[in-house]
């Protein structure tokens, strides 16, 4: 277990500060009270309801950033001091990195490594058209170190846009746990196919009993640490174990695979919330 100081931005109250963040492999332990309202929770949402849901993902998603603009998520600048992978094209002289940020949202993550780093060049995919749009409309976009372009991770083959395992480090932040689990697999198919031997994914998302899974009310469960939010979008919450046999089953190996504790103290509210994240690192493997 270690305690680093590194701060998350998930959006929301500006009000919120954090004690440093603790990794590890251990789950989260419940209180009694929490253990007792998960066991309540059984009741799941109807079939129908949850085929509409998986009809309507990617205008749901478009819908949250009409309704959000580009104010939701706050940049986050803390990646390449969590994945060193990140900054290693610095140290090579004249070595540039070729990133994918599947599901960049409206570019929270990749501005920020743009404006630090000159030798990167970032392909950047989301299904929301309006996300996208947001991205090139961003004012550090430039087409000779970006290319953003819609997509359905689930089912579009990212060689439509990105050549064969030419990617050096896929970043998959926040986004995995909003694809339904039965696409989960298929999902990360598609960014093996682009990775090169020895590309990295680096991921980031809700981990199993996070505080955000506990606030969920009665009627929001769509199946085992799966969920939906008020407006149609979705969240899984991950387990380490989950996490890996998704991977190590697509043919990556393990390279970290740790939850990061934080408490998360709402100032104004006055109340001290536990989050829990999952952060790993999977390898394509090398070439013999
Ligand atoms: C929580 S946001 C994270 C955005 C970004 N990675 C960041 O760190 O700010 C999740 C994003 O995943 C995208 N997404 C969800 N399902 C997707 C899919 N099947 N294919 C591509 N993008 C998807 C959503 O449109 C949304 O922009």
Known sequence: MSVTGVSDSLGGSSSASSSPQITGVNERTLSPEETEKLGRDQVLVSRFKQEKLEADAQKNWDLFYKRNTTNFFKDRHWTTREFEELKNCREVQGQKLVMLEAGCGVGNCIFPLLEEDLNIFIY??????????????????????????????????????????????????????????DKMQTALEHLYKVLRPGGIVLFRDYGLYDHAMLRFKSGNKLGENFYVRQDGTRSFFFSREYLAALFHKTGFESLVNEYVLRETVNKKEGLCVPRVFLQSKFRKPSLL
């Open 124 to 181: 950047a995919c989301d299904f929301s058209p309006r996300a996208v749009e947001f991205v090139k409309k961003n004012i550090l976009y430039c087409p000779e170190r970006c290319m953003a372009f819609q997509c359905d991770l689930t089912k579009d083959d990212l060689l439509d846009n990105v050549p064969v395992e030419t990617v050096d480090v896929v970043t998959l932040i926040f986004v995995l746990s909003a694809i339904h689990p």
